[in-house]
């Protein structure tokens, strides 16, 4: 499977604990974006690479939220001391270098906080 | 101020009938592309179609077409001949500019389609 790939695909957790989420991309994009999407609603951006480089970061990733791409090539995102309004899907999506229009999204992870 | 509004919270379709959802986006940049995306109740994001600021036709994938009225900010998207299988969450997207934040997309609240045989 050459697509993005996310892991784990489901994450269940107690309150205060952290959590990381992994995100692999099509191996030549070098651009990679992490959403948020609560029940009902549409995906919010969080944060985006290109590269290895973190060039914008949402008002919503908190400081309790943190990620990472190191060598540019597969991403992480981590959260301390989960908040129950942190269940959610957490999504990771490539897009290519040059003019290609279209994010890649994997099958997104998804947190519930008890 | 609210960037894409998707106005119809759920539309019902007989199968093998064509269906609008609603798009209209709000954005001062001249340069930008409008997406719809699908998310069956399995959860992963499905491009479908897209469309840019400048292109001067309207773009259109097999059964999907993208309504674009520019003057209008609206940016519908028209399935032909419904099936089945196309029931799902429907979500029209924007890409604004250029720069840092080339890429990144802003999407609407979603429109449950419900196609029924």
């Known amino acids: 499977d050459t697509g993005v790939s996310q892991d784990p695909r489901h994450k269940i957790t107690k309150r205060g604990q952290n959590v990381t989420f992994r995100c692999d991309p099509i191996s030549e994009h070098n651009r990679l974006y992490w959403y948020r999407q609560t029940l009902g609603q549409g995906p919010e951006f969080l944060t985006y690479f290109q590269n290895e480089a973190q060039l914008e970061k949402s008002r919503l990733l908190s400081d309790r939220f943190s990620a990472e791409r190191p060598k540019g090539s597969f991403s992480t995102l981590e959260i301390q001391r989960t908040e129950q309004g942190d269940s959610a899907m957490y999504l990771c999506a490539t897009l290519s270098g040059g003019h290609n229009n279209e994010q890649f999204f994997g099958p997104g992870t998804r947190l519930t906080v008890l | 101020a609210q960037k894409i509004t998707q106005t119809q919270p759920g539309m019902f379709v007989q199968e093998k009938e064509a269906v609008t959802l609603d798009c209209t986006y709000d954005?001062?940049?001249?340069?930008?592309?409008l997406f719809w995306y699908k998310q069956p109740s399995s959860g992963e994001m499905i491009f479908l179609i897209y469309q840019g600021s400048y292109d001067e036709q309207n773009a259109t994938e097999g059964r999907y077409s993208l309504n674009f009225q520019k003057a209008r900010k609206s940016a519908n998207l028209v399935i032909s001949a419904s099936q089945l299988g196309d029931s799902a969450m429907y979500f029209c997207a924007m890409r604004e500019g250029e720069g840092t934040s080339y890429g990144k997309l802003t999407f609407g609240q979603g429109t449950i389609l419900t196609v029924h045989p």
């Open positions: 954005t001062s940049d001249q340069s930008y592309g």
